[in-house]
């Protein structure tokens, strides 16, 4: 039996939906445990290009059993639009996904309050991807929640009416129209009779693929340092994002947990607000295209630096980490000089990650160092071996600082262009 943890070791969008789709073809199980659809996995196989957000990255190999934890949390349209992306491209989810009754809906009024909070808070904004997940774990902590297993209890109605009187207060105070309960409550069923085949208790799932020997992939979402408790507060998102999530999301013990993966990008990158030590701001330098891109979720265009190694080193020691796949190194090949951080000085002295908030992240000097880059396409590469000496040199120095070893490097987006050590 083997449960494996695959986290982002930065900010998110590190390549966490290629490394569960390649890895998958191993495991009995691929599994969400945090989040909701604020995150967005990108997977390129041989079925396409796909942008998940809901369904595990892993649901492509045909023996694998999807789970959906009640860690997470669902917009239903956006689950149910997913589930039939997938039946159409030939990847038939039917008797192999399950979502767990614990997990929380995300309502039309969450939506709607994520973005009032957001333009009632001008400059202070902090950057959400406005799918209403804070207010939706606001509701789950606050007793105010409404989940799947409400239908099942004949609870929904009273509970949305409930909610619907509390919270068209809130948005008619802040300059938004107050939602009708009929249209959400008939809304709110369609979308449960599309689902319902769906729901099913995940404990038992669980318990007896553990005692069974099972192997299991657990896809966290986000990134270490969006972290409630760990991240960069109060420019976090609102779940736990670390492994132990999954105790409490998915009903694996943390004594289960024997390997945690940490994708690491070759750069570093960020969507939203909040500090970025090694953030590169000359948008018209050569280095700032070739690292851009757009993220997934939000379609926004994602802020960018040099590695940063104090956050991966901090995320090693946190989380656990046991290994590290490296992704998109072939984003830096062209490039004559690589920079990258191996530490802070705030004030003139050393500090860590650990010793400051966000505010104090924002202005920690950066100690940098730099390797000199390689020409080579590495993209055809199968071996470490067959990668340029600077290029080895790039990865051995990072496995150090971190002090975890690469086993893996992505040398290109699609599942065949991964390397393992």
Known sequence: MSVIAVIGSQWGDEGKGKVVDFLSERADFVARFNGGNNAGHTVINEFGTFKIHLVPSGIFVKKTVGLIGGGVVIDPAVLIEEIEMLNKAGVNVDGRLWISPRSHMIMPYHKILDGLYEEAKGAGATGTTRRGIGPVFADKV???????????????????????????????????????YKTVRDEYRGYYGKIKPYIKELFSIVQDGLKMGKTFLLEQAMGTFLDNDWGTYPFVTASTT???AASAGLGIPPKYITSVIGVTKAYTTRVGAGPLPTEIHDTASDVYKKFGEVAATTGRTRRVGWLDLEIVRTAAELSGMTEICLTKLDVLSGLKEIQFCIGYKLNGKPVRYADVDAYGLDKVECIYESFPGWSEDISKAKSFEELPVNTQKYVKMIEEAAGVPVKWIGVGPKREETIRR
């Open 142 to 180: 606050s007793y105010n929640g409404i989940r799947w297993t409400d239908f099942s209890s004949d609870t929904f109605e009273g509970r949305l009416q409930t909610q619907l009187e509390i919270k068209n207060k809130i948005i008619v105070a802040l300059g938004g129209e107050a939602l009708k």
């Open 242 to 244: 670390i492994p132990s």
